[in-house]
Nanobody, 117 residues
Framework: QVQLVESGGGLVQTGGSLRLSCAAS????????MGWYRQAPGKQRDLVAA???????NYADSVKGRFTISRDNAKNTVYLQMNSLKPEDTAVYYC???????????WGQGTQVTVSS
């Protein structure tokens, strides 16, 4: 099992930047994929960005060119660099890991990102 702990959320003005971190409880080297999802009030949880064990990345259209996902295997950590933030980026951001042959899934507790206009 993999435990995930997010950090780095907060309040920022439109156009600002934040970097989210997701620390895993064990090596992420062999984890199939890790990603960030977000959920705004009254809306479903949607994929924001993901990175596979091979380094391939995938982004939601709404964040392409503004957000960058990266992983540091040595630190067992995945990052989400968010630039040019907009009010519509306001949500709780969740870290996700898919691993094993199940595959199995783990979620972090979430971190709030609020972008003021």
């Amino acid at each position: 099992q993999v435990q995930l702990v997010e950090s780095g959320g907060g309040l920022v003005q439109t156009g600002g930047s934040l970097r989210l971190s997701c620390a895993a409880s064990r090596s992420i080297f062999s984890i199939n994929a890790m990603g960030w999802y977000r959920q705004a009030p009254g809306k479903q949880r949607d994929l924001v960005a993901a990175v596979t064990s091979g380094g391939s990345t995938n982004y939601a259209d709404s964040v392409k060119g503004r957000f960058t996902i990266s992983r540091d295997n040595a630190k067992n950590t995945v990052y989400l660099q968010m630039n040019s933030l907009k009010p519509e980026d306001t949500a709780v951001y969740y870290c996700h890991a898919e691993y094993g042959l199940g595959p199995y899934h783990s979620w972090g507790q979430g971190t709030q990102v609020t972008v003021s206009s």
